[in-house]
């Protein structure tokens, strides 16, 4: 099992500025779609053909994403116009098994999760699912993500109503279908039975520590492949967990 190591990575801010730069600098054709060249690559994938329409007013919805180490894909979700609020924290396991050092055994039936709250009449399910697939993490990888392996990082959708379930489904049978990837998506849809917050230190991680080496390779990347190819929903200023709401 590997774990990532925060605390011995020297602290460089100028390249996780220079690597956030570099994510969106270089673009380059692939199978007949734009890929681009970063730490984490995005993939363009087209939106769901089934989806539900904005709502007329607001209220707000909630599910849950997991892929890969919940830093990244916080950071992504925080950044997305009309999301109020993404936690990261566990799904799939017992409430007395969701502490990080647990977790990180790969035991727990846990995977480190997000929960992601958006006001419906701002976004939907189909476009947040869009962006999961195509920026927050790589679908086709099985029980990890870069360099984080085990089932605590595996790609999963944790799914609140019937609603949520079909469009889900739909969508993936959709994009295995086009062949969208170079392989199949491995991501679980499961129905949500609790989520659990993660520690107060692992909340806008991404945010917090922008220096940190982990961080520079892996996360800022996708933030900045949201901002390329979602301008239409990107929001400069992330909507974080702590109190601050600050950067």
């Known amino acids: 099992m590997q774990t990532r190591d925060r605390n011995s990575a020297p602290q460089r801010p100028w390249l996780a500025a220079a690597l956030a730069v570099a994510a969106v600098a ?18 363009v994938v087209p939106p769901p053909a089934k989806d539900e ?34 936690v990261s924290g566990y ?22 999760s997000v929960q992601v709250t958006w006001d419906p009449s701002k976004i939907t399910y189909g476009k947040l699912l869009q962006i999961y697939f ?13 360099p984080d392996r085990g089932t605590q990082y595996r790609s999963a959708v944790w799914t609140t109503s019937d609603s949520q379930v079909d469009i889900a489904k739909a969508y993936i049978a959709q994009l295995d279908a086009a062949k969208a990837f170079d392989a199949q998506i491995v991501t679980q849809v ?11 230190y692992h909340q806008d991680y ?14 800022l990347p996708k933030i900045a492949n949201l901002k390329a190819l979602f301008q239409d929903v990107y929001r400069e200023k992330p909507v974080l967990v702590m109190a601050s709401n600050t950067q």
């Open 134 to 146: 195509s920026v927050a993490h790589d679908p086709t990888e099985l029980n990890y993500q870069g």
């Open 91 to 112: 799904s799939g396991g017992e409430k007395d098994t969701a502490v990080y050092e647990v977790v990180s055994s790969g035991t727990t039936g846990h995977a480190e």
């Open 26 to 43: 270089i673009l380059v054709p692939m199978s007949g779609m734009w890929r681009q060249a970063s730490a984490e690559q995005a993939q």
């Open 206 to 219: 991404a945010t917090l520590h922008p220096d940190s080496m982990y961080i520079a390779y892996n996360d």
């Open 53 to 86: 329409p904005l709502a007329s007013a607001g209220g707000t919805e909630t599910a849950v994403f997991s892929g890969g180490c919940f830093w990244g894909v916080q950071g992504v979700f925080q950044h997305v116009n009309g999301v109020t609020r993404a």
């Open 190 to 200: 499961n129905p949500l039975k609790a989520f659990y917050a993660a520690e107060d």
